[in-house]
């Protein structure tokens, strides 16, 4: 006949023993929320008479909440997006080219899912930029790796990546986020060999990974930045094929508030 060994039961320990050994275990078992939580917890399960189940429920979940928590926020910390902006503080009243359900729509991040590819375009001051770290917050807290980089950025670091011969390392890194978004798109021609860079980008990502990009050119006047016609084509058939196309508009909401701040009457 074997026997089996058992830990030891642990019977009458004190309040603060049982405090001491929660939190140790806690620690051991890396749950930080159960730690921070348990006595508070604890209490109002007695004065509410809850079920031990329904008290060990609580806190479990609480930790499951708090470990997604933390994950969007390293996902979103992981993204470098150069300022906080969400769906919440935009301003569909002051551009009224927007419609306020279809970005809600692409919010869902279906799109992401379908590795399809957003466009951006109008003028300065319309909200491209808000809107493209927008969804991109919403991409990450959905769980998907997203990349924030400015045009220009990302082709200074593609053509230090050739010189340095690690190019194929660069491209493969920004092809494996689940949605890679490119800000300020026209703004600055490039030369062909930036261009040609950025479109091996394009390539490493289409029809698998999602591209949003935001530009302040309608894709007739893409060939001021892409100077080659014939490149020029093929990047704006990798951004647009299957994808969703949002025109913000030429009427800077930015300026016009700017405006009416400066022409409020001022307090005596």
Avoid at 79 to 87: D, G, I, W, Y
Wanted: net charge neutral; proline share 3%; charged share 25%.
């Amino acid at each position: 006949m074997t026997t089996t060994a058992t830990a030891p039961r642990r019977r009458g320990l004190t309040e603060q023993a049982a405090d001491a050994a929660i939190d140790s275990a806690c620690r051991m078992l890396r749950l930080p929320t159960i730690r921070g939580q348990f006595g508070e917890t604890a209490d109002t399960a007695a004065r509410q008479q809850q079920s031990y189940r329904a008290f060990l429920a609580e806190l479990l979940l609480a930790e499951c909440d708090d470990r997604a928590r933390r994950r969007s926020e390293r996902r979103i910390r992981a993204a470098t997006f150069p300022r906080e902006k969400s769906l919440r503080t935009f301003d569909f009243d002051a551009n009224p080219h927007l419609d306020p359900a279809t970005i809600n729509t692409l919010a869902t991040c279906d799109w992401i899912r379908k590795g399809q590819p957003l466009c951006l375009i109008g003028d300065s001051g319309t909200g491209k930029s808000h809107l493209l770290i927008a969804l991109g917050t919403e991409a990450a807290m959905a769980g998907f790796r997203v990349k924030y980089t400015l045009a220009t950025k990302l082709v200074n670091e593609l053509v230090e990546a050739a010189d340095d011969k690690i190019l194929a390392k660069t491209i493969a890194r920004y092809g494996r986020v689940d949605l890679l978004c490119i800000d300020e798109l026209g703004y600055m021609e490039l030369d062909r060999r930036g261009a040609e860079l950025l479109f091996q980008v394009l390539t490493e990502r289409e029809e698998k990974n999602s591209v949003a990009i935001a530009s302040n050119e309608s894709f007739s006047g893409w060939t001021k930045t892409f100077t080659d016609p014939r490149l020029c084509a093929a990047i704006v058939d990798r951004l647009t094929f299957g994808g969703n196309i949002i025109e913000t508009g030429t009427d800077s909401y930015r300026l016009a508030h700017t405006q009416a701040r400066l022409h409020q009457p001022t307090a005596p």
